[in-house]
């Protein structure tokens, strides 16, 4: 089973409301991942969690704050975003960090901000 | 010189036909190369992983790596109109980031 499972499917959201992305997976997995993805592009690293510490942040605006309370759960908080942040956000999985670790992506939260 | 290239496509093949997807990287230090592929509006699909150089098959899928040629390619056997999509090439490089490529879009005509 290679199940990430992202919630919830689509988010519409004003430019003052505060809102979360869940990401969760049951693999026994110690990284977890969220990803930016914008039409026609690939996706854009934006954090990484290893052992449920912020291992990399990709100079992200404080707007996005993300949240690991466990091993097997990964939160994005959303506050005051702007209509470009309207995107496919992904959320990817990995046995470890580092070389020869498979990712796996969950079927992402597709957000708009109005 | 970007880190992952890709031909953009779209790339057009009969059903039927082989079709070719090509990718270089710049990190001699590479270790682990991906191909995922995306459909439309979904997330993306881990298709192929390479580590060592030569081929590796998977049923209609062979990937290809080259290290000294800081080459990855993707080979699918009798297309499918199923097979149309997104490919995109990955490249961890050693700082342990999974950087892709632009994606090459495939379209196989019945």
């Known amino acids: 089973d290679t199940e990430v499972t992202q919630t919830p499917k689509h988010l519409v959201m004003g430019m003052t409301n505060k809102k979360s992305l869940k990401c969760e997976q049951h693999?026994?997995?110690?990284?977890m991942y969220w990803y930016k993805q914008k039409a026609k592009k690939p996706p854009e690293l934006m954090f990484v969690?290893?052992?449920?510490?912020?291992?990399i942040n990709e100079s992200v605006p404080s707007r996005f704050s993300p949240e690991c309370p466990n091993s097997s759960l990964l939160n994005l908080h959303l506050h005051a975003l702007q209509p470009e942040d309207s995107a496919l956000y992904l959320c990817?999985?990995?046995?470890?960090?580092?070389?020869?670790?498979?990712?796996?992506f969950g079927a992402g939260t597709r957000l708009s901000v109005l | 010189q970007k880190e992952v290239e890709q031909n953009s496509g779209p790339l057009s093949v009969p059903e039927g036909a082989i079709a070719s997807l090509n990718c270089t990287y710049s990190?001699?230090?590479?270790?682990?190369f991906f191909w995922y592929r995306q459909y439309s509006g979904k997330s993306p699909e881990l298709i192929m992983s390479?580590?060592?150089?030569g081929d590796k098959e998977d049923g209609r899928f062979t990937a290809q790596l080259n290290k000294a040629s800081q080459y990855v390619s993707l080979l699918i056997r009798d297309s499918q109109p199923s097979d149309s999509a997104t490919y995109l090439c990955?490249?961890?490089?050693?700082?342990?980031?999974?950087?892709f490529g632009q994606g090459t879009e495939l379209s196989v005509k019945p």
């Open positions: 990817a999985s990995s046995q470890g960090l580092g070389q020869l670790n498979i990712q796996y």
């Open positions: 693999m026994g997995h110690r990284a």
């Open positions: 969690y290893s052992y449920e510490k912020l291992s």
């Open positions: 990190d001699r230090g590479s270790q682990s």
């Open positions: 390479i580590y060592s150089n």
């Open positions: 990955a490249v961890e490089n050693q700082g342990g980031k999974l950087i």
